[in-house]
């Protein structure tokens, strides 16, 4: 029998259906009782009102009965959760960063990816941190989810049972591009998975690599930049890096707003220290901290990259 398409999935969806089938019980119940009441109890048929003694062997009935009810409901969601913290000593580790507004999967071999690729009816154990906000990775399909909390290491493992492609989600409202959040958990025989996971990275063209700003173009993808800043000029949540180099740009600093020309040492401060001189119609304190991200080599890099989309214009 289908069993789901990962080790939890049963127990979730049984102690789903339980509780459900408990609820509708309770539901379809009471409410035939109220109603055959409105009929028995109906002023027509009972002009005067008549007392009614209190009942302890009712209301003991109907306090154990519900304990006893909400206690199983309770154990058999206790039963299917204490399995999903306890991973399993051979799980496959793979290193989650959630960040405003991507995840990043990094295998113990270096390989990094935007895509969570696992192989079937193994054990993999994701190791989670947040690097700004909270986040929660959800996978529906495998009817797991768990909050992403920055300076709080957590983690969440699986065993898939069926190869394909399913949705990832971010269940946690993160902010205005959190839609952008979601991605796929690709399942894959083991064979194949080796083959992907054994393969290096397409090799760059030396003649592309070589362009001007090739690599700090690569750095504003694998940090996340461009989940604010657009190249093409579309305001996103930060400024487009289009033709701002060489130019002037009002700034507020310190409350006061400046004119500014945008040249190297300006943006070499806009990047470590965004909230210093902050881009006047864009909030402050939206763009995350990088100083301990990215090296100075990373930042010259950058900046090599925004001045070749100065020049185009
Ligand atoms: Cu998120």
């Not at 008549?50 to 206690?71: D, F, N, Q």
């Not at 009002?250 to 806009?270: F, H, P, Q, W």
């Amino acid at each position: 029998m289908f069993s789901g398409y990962s080790n939890f999935s049963e127990g979730v969806d049984t102690a789903f259906a339980i509780i459900t089938g408990i609820s509708l019980f309770f539901l379809i119940g009471i409410t035939a009782i109220i109603i055959s009441f409105i009929f028995k109890y109906n002023k027509k048929k009972n002009p005067v009102a008549s007392e009614i003694e209190g009942s302890t062997k009712l209301e003991i009935i109907w306090t154990i009965i519900p304990l006893i009810l909400v206690l199983f409901m309770f154990w058999i969601g206790w039963r299917s959760y204490t399995p999903e913290r306890k991973v399993p000593a051979d799980a496959m580790k793979i290193k989650v960063t959630a960040q405003m507004w991507s995840w990043r999967f990094e295998y113990e071999n270096g390989k990094v990816e935007d895509t969570l690729f696992v192989p079937v009816n193994k054990a993999v154990v994701l190791n989670m941190v947040s690097l700004d906000v909270i986040h929660s990775l959800y996978i529906p399909a495998f009817r797991i989810k768990t909050d992403v909390v920055p300076g709080t290491d957590n983690y969440m493992w699986f065993k898939s049972l069926v190869t394909g492609s399913y949705d990832l989600f971010c269940a946690e409202y993160c902010g205005l591009r959190h839609s952008y959040m979601g991605t796929t958990v690709e399942v894959a025989d083991q064979a194949t998975f080796d083959k992907w996971y054994a393969a290096t990275p397409p090799k760059i063209d030396s003649t592309v690599s070589a362009k001007p700003g090739f690599k700090g173009k690569l750095l504003t993808e694998q940090k996340g930049c461009i989940a604010c800043h657009s190249s093409d000029g579309t305001k996103i949540v930060g400024p487009s890096y289009k033709g701002i180099f060489g130019h002037k740009v009002t700034v507020e600093t310190n409350g006061k707003d400046r004119e500014i020309m945008v040249d190297e040492a300006y943006l070499k401060k806009s990047i470590l220290e965004a909230n210093a001189d902050v881009v006047k119609g864009f909030p402050k304190g939206s763009m995350p901290d990088y100083k301990a991200q990215l090296s100075e080599q990373d930042v010259n890099d950058i900046i090599e990259y925004i001045k070749t989309l100065g020049e185009e214009k």
